[in-house]
């Protein structure tokens, strides 16, 4: 069931990322910054004409790639850090005590820095989005249609899969970091990948952006406690699972 799945993922999350997302989810309220748009302004009203490429522009000034990053990042810190437990436990274990430390740092690197540069494009389409609509539920709405339908496509049902690849790690030398670094870059730009769409309707999502962050959040740590289910749409079934084959008798 999704709960005892939810409640045991919880229970094996390792404390520090416990830590992690919690300080992210303080930050996100102590800041509570949202998108403001030329004629939203951060208010959630359902009959405001949309823009055109002056109300982008304009929305740009209010809303400078230098302001939108201590946001950005805090909501990565705030829904991502658990979905890293099963990567950097793999790390722990394969990397060598007194390189430990600079293992999970040259992996949590490579994985930031793929998401921060993922960060501006996805503002620039959610600020497209809000002006050019004609209001702002219909932004979040075609927001919410666009990663349902991504959710249901074979490649993202492969980007998902390829999020649990456990690489080859070397134990000693350069390698040994070169590759920590090489699979933060790898499962950075594969959650990218599957679950950049997904951060879309929380951007879009007005005042209650915090509520649907925190939905889509423990959405995507339930599908990654179940990464062989097939995507649970309304209008795509579940693959059904071959018959298991009678064992005949030994003669």
């Known amino acids: 069931m999704p709960v005892k799945t939810l ?3 919880f229970r094996d999350l390792p404390w520090p990322l416990c830590c992690a997302s919690v300080l992210g989810w303080l930050g996100l309220i102590g800041l509570e910054r949202q998108l403001a748009a030329p004629g939203y ?3 959630w009203t359902p009959s405001r004409p949309g823009g055109g ?5 304009s929305a740009l000034w209010l809303n400078p790639p230098a302001l939108l990053l201590p946001s950005w990042s805090l909501m990565l810190l705030a829904m991502m850090s658990p979905l890293l437990a099963d990567p950097l436990r793999l790390l722990w274990l394969r990397s ?3 390189k430990r430390a600079q293992t999970l740092a040259l992996f949590l690197g490579g994985y930031a820095l793929v998401w921060l540069a993922a960060g501006l494009p996805l503002h620039l389409f959610g600020l497209a989005l809000l002006t050019f609509s004609p209001s702002p539920w219909l932004a979040f709405a075609v927001a919410c249609g666009t990663a349902w339908l991504w959710q249901a496509t074979p490649p993202r049902r492969h980007c998902l899969q390829a ?3 456990q690489p080859q790690l070397p134990a000693f030398g350069w390698p040994a970091a070169a590759a920590a670094l090489r699979y933060g870059l790898s499962s950075g730009g594969w959650c990218v990948a599957s679950c950049g769409v997904w951060m879309l309707p929380p951007l879009l999502a007005g005042p209650g952006h915090l509520p649907m962050m925190a939905t889509v959040g423990l959405w995507l740590l339930l599908e990654r406690r179940r990464p062989d289910s097939a ?3 309304p209008f795509i079934p579940k693959p059904l699972r071959p018959a298991a084959r009678k064992r005949l008798p030994a003669i």
């Open 7 to 9: 409640v045991a993922a």
């Open 41 to 43: 302004c951060g208010v």
């Open 53 to 57: 490429w002056e109300a982008v522009l």
């Open 96 to 98: 060598l005590a007194r």
């Open 163 to 165: 999020c649990h690849h």
């Open 231 to 233: 995507p649970t749409t």
